[in-house]
């Protein structure tokens, strides 16, 4: 499997290999830049208020450092229906293990062994839905992130997207001195 393919702007920034201006013409022209459109609207999908003013902050965001496109509106409007959906997931998970703690605590004051008769069935059955929640709520997480890092919303994704700013500092003549001199200076 060959290595992934770097933009021209990084190779020449780490300075490993050096291309004449035909080679740089010819990369640059193959290489894949986004349209960018400043004034996206947001997707029908997102009906509520908030998920749009979301789109529109993160469309821009994405579009200063260059890495959005167009085609990339829909995929940001999956982004956001799934991190409300994780939001959700969150609360209800947050509700389900308060209501598992409070039994125990009751349960607890009021003597009663957990690990006998249908206390043991009862304390199952709330640890089985503490259990299928927090499974729901990892595998939508594990999606988010994925779509996350599709459109460069972590930091190892945007540090792998980053390039550097080559500093091209103006070479001295050490001749320039010679030429002061001679001047009769």
């Not at 933009?7 to 300075?15: D, I, M, N």
């Not at 085609?71 to 956001?80: E, S």
């Not at 799934?82 to 009021?110: G, P």
């Not at 919303?153 to 001295?172: A, F, G, M, N």
């Amino acid at each position: 499997m060959s290595k992934q393919r770097e933009p021209t702007a990084l190779v020449q920034a780490k300075g490993l290999k050096h291309f004449t201006k035909g080679e740089i013409e010819m990369r640059e022209a193959r290489e894949v830049k986004p349209n960018f459109t400043a004034e996206m609207m947001p997707p029908k999908v997102l009906t509520k208020r908030t998920d749009r003013e979301t789109f529109k902050a993160i469309w821009a965001a994405l579009g200063e450092i260059g890495v959005i496109g167009d085609t990339d509106a829909d995929v940001l409007a999956q982004f956001i229906l799934i991190r409300r959906q994780v939001l959700t997931l969150q609360k209800e998970y947050n509700k389900v293990v308060a209501e598992r703690e409070r039994f125990i605590k009751e349960n607890e004051k009021a003597g009663i062994n957990l690990y006998q008769g249908n206390d043991f069935i009862e304390y199952g059955n709330r640890e089985k839905i503490v259990s299928t929640v927090e499974t729901r709520l990892r595998k939508t997480r594990d999606q988010m992130l994925s779509y996350a890092k599709s459109l460069c919303l972590t930091i190892d994704s945007r540090c792998r997207i980053q390039v550097p700013q080559v500093i091209v500092e103006e070479k001295v003549n050490k001749f320039e001195r010679f030429k002061q001199v001679g001047n009769g200076e």
